[in-house]
């Protein structure tokens, strides 16, 4: 299960992405917005939580650049979100980093290669070994400082 939001610049992209993962076979949550003005901080907010709770592996956000939609996941312990705008990136994030939130800009790319890159971020598992000491040292982070 998927948990995926957006503000209302990331509304037509989070739509497109919706249907390309449900026509996939994947089950998501809809977290808003539904086209309303709204801030991305609370959306942010209501997927990472899904996250958080483990309802959902790992979850998609979407603001008009994805920058500050990204800033505000990462501010949730336990949640490791990655501003991607292209399937290198998404997929490297998953090997080496173990993002579990995907973020993008719906002002900054269309829906082919977003859906592309949701793919590759969704059918990517984290490779661990070396990569997993960093991903402790990331944790310990959230610890001290969050």
Known sequence: ??????????????????KHLEEKGLECIDC?????????????????????SR????????????VGISMSANKIKGIRAALCGDWYSAKYT????????????GRVIGAGLACEIADVFLETEFEGGRHARRVEKIKALEEKYL
């Open 32 to 52: 808003g917005c539904n086209g309303e003005t709204v801030d991305y901080p609370d959306i942010a907010e209501a997927v990472c939580l899904k996250v958080t």
């Open 1 to 18: 299960m998927i948990a995926i939001g957006s503000d209302r610049a990331g509304f037509d992209l989070k739509r497109e992405l919706i």
């Open 55 to 66: 309802e959902c592996d790992k979850a998609i956000l979407i603001c008009g650049t994805g």
């Open 94 to 105: 998953r090997l080496h980093n173990d993002a579990n939130v995907l973020c993008m800009g």
